[in-house]
């Protein structure tokens, strides 16, 4: 660490305090991100975690594909600074996603046949007793199936967040060590630059009392 003062060798106060001001100002930038960094893949973990929690909710019916699902799409959505979260679950809301896709699509499909009976025979109460039976069937798939997750997915998915979650631990672990660090150096700019005030105000009664 160096000071240069500036048209003597006297260094004031004020140099001192810019000089550790312009020195602190990137090391609390680093440490602000840092922390930033850190707390946001707290929450990435938080939010992997309730997802693992819900899955094994499934084995019991205490939990339904869709809550599942909607945990899934929020934590892609909330953490795109966490690319982990989205390397694990990305495959899994793909997934998830064509399902229920081709079932609104089903769905609409039937829905439109439907429509047409209805309309070619003016409602369903003078339809042939021969169609009869494909409009109940009609009306049956008129409505989205449920989501469905099978068990060797869900013993999937539960390990490979697990997993996840370990690494971003370790990850934590090594991002509070450069927290500390950034910490250590503020502290050693703090303290230089109260020695150097120290030694100046001594070398200024120093004059002061020779004058004297």
């Known amino acids: 660490m160096t000071i240069h003062a500036s048209g003597s060798n006297f260094i004031s106060n004020s140099e001192i305090l810019t000089w550790m001001q312009h ?12 922390m930033d ?13 309730t997802i693992k929690g819900k899955l094994s909710e499934l ?7 869709e809550e599942v699902k909607a945990l899934v799409d929020k934590a892609i959505k909330d953490y795109p600074d966490v690319p982990e979260v989205e390397k694990v679950l990305g495959s899994f809301a793909k997934d998830l996603d064509a399902q229920q896709e081709a079932a609104t699509i089903g769905a609409s499909q039937a829905q439109g046949e439907l429509n047409r009976i209805s309309s070619t025979y003016h409602g369903f109460a003078s339809v042939p007793r021969m169609m009869q039976g494909r409009v109940q069937e009609l009306m049956s798939l008129a409505h989205p199936k449920a989501l469905s ?5 869900v013993e999937t998915c539960t390990k490979e967040i697990g997993t996840t979650v370990e690494g971003l631990g370790k990850q934590d672990q090594l991002g509070l060590i450069n927290i500390q660090e950034f910490n250590a150096q ?6 230089t630059a ?8 001594k070398a200024a009664n120093s ?4 004058i004297a």
Do not use: C, F, V, W
């Not at 960094?37 to 975690?49: C, K, V």
């Not at 084995?59 to 594909?65: D, E, L, R, S, V």
């Not at 503020?186 to 303290?191: F, G, P, R, S, Y």
């Not at 109260?194 to 105000?201: E, F, G, H, R």
């Open 207 to 210: 004059i002061i009392n020779h």
């Open 149 to 153: 997750i099978d068990d060797a997915k």
């Open 37 to 49: 960094t850190s707390n946001t893949r707290a929450d990435a973990e938080d939010a992997l975690n």
């Open 59 to 65: 084995k019991t019916k205490n939990a339904t594909p």
């Open 194 to 201: 109260s020695a150097l005030m120290d030694a100046a105000d």
């Open 23 to 34: 020195k602190t100002d990137g090391i609390y930038g680093h440490m602000r991100d840092a």
């Open 186 to 191: 503020l502290n050693q700019a703090k303290q």
